[in-house]
């Protein structure tokens, strides 16, 4: 198409993946500057309101139930009793939102750095945050590499990582020291997942977070691919390291319960994000 009106459209352009990704706006909302990141809100024509975090999309209205379902359901439902939840990150509460899904978990706590995240969050997008004062829920604004050194050993079932891009505020989050802290937190049989970007445009990443999480201890990974339309390439992927014990199945009445919450996940969803497609396999064999 010829002759777009260029300011009518955001475009995110991706230097290290040589992509580009385009919505059309209605209109800029708000714009924020915080200690951390810029943060901003676009009204697009298609896909709702939309989070933009230092150029990059992070949320829209349409299409985060990919990203918040698979990164919270086939972990909590990996594990056979999960009952003390942390997310580090999450600052829009979507991933909040789909745990408590769960009625066996007992506490969740969500520790984010950048308040401002979830301010724009409540503003725009507050069916991510309708349960955010659910009894259960702990929201705290807070640096979460340090929280994570310093809680109770063994005293956590499940951990979310639910962070941005290995840079900036979240290029913690992407290392051996870290991956010790949560293996350290978690009870046996516990269970670590993070968003592991895009199978396809950054597997040299993913395979150094695989590596990382089996070095440090971890006993089991199993990384599930999904789709998510506004990441580069389309297709992202979340990563879940088990402490102590291999992986085996997941619980389907948990899948069949949360499926009638959902956009998205659903037992058969499940199954097939388990099977590894031939360019990963390989990826991964070669290590």
């Known amino acids: ?83 003390n939840v942390v997310i580090i990150g999450g600052g829009d509460c979507g991933t909040l939102r789909e745990v408590l899904k769960h009625p066996g978990v007992e506490s ?57 891009d290995p840079v900036g505020p979240g290029e913690g989050l992407f290392n051996h020291a870290f991956y010790t802290s949560c293996l350290n937190a978690l009870r046996p049989g516990g269970i670590l997942v993070q968003q592991s970007e895009s199978p396809l445009m950054h597997m040299p990443l993913l395979v150094e977070m695989r590596e990382a999480m089996l070095s440090v201890g971890f006993n089991d990974l199993q990384t599930l691919p999904f789709p998510q339309p506004i990441y580069p390439s389309g297709l992202w992927s979340v990563t879940l390291a088990r402490k102590s ?15 009638t919450q959902s956009e998205y996940y659903n037992s058969g969803i499940h199954h097939g994000a388990l099977a590894t497609p031939n360019f990963m396999k390989r990826a991964f064999d070669k290590k």
Not at 48 to 74: A, K, Q, W
Not at 246 to 257: I, L, S
């Open 245 to 259: 014990e291999a992986f085996n199945g997941f619980r389907e009445d948990g899948a069949a319960h949360v499926a």
């Open 1 to 83: 198409m010829a002759n777009l009106d260029q300011s009518k459209w955001f475009t995110e352009i991706s230097d290290r993946d040589g992509s580009a990704f385009s919505l059309r706006i209605n209109k800029k909302l708000d714009e924020k500057q915080s200690p951390f990141q810029k943060v901003e809100m676009f009204e697009t024509t298609d896909f709702g309101n939309l989070m933009i975090i230092d150029g990059c999309t992070m949320v829209s209205t349409r299409e985060n139930f990919f990203y918040h379902e698979m990164i919270s359901h086939p972990a909590l439902l990996a594990h056979p009793n999960p009952k």
């Open 108 to 164: 969740v706590t969500q520790i984010d750095i950048d308040e401002v995240v979830t301010q724009m969050s409540l503003k725009y997008f507050p069916e991510l945050c309708e349960s955010n004062n659910d009894a259960r829920a702990t929201v705290m604004f807070d640096d979460g590499i340090k929280y994570m050194r310093e809680v109770a050993g063994e005293s956590i079932d499940v951990v979310i990582v639910d962070g941005t």
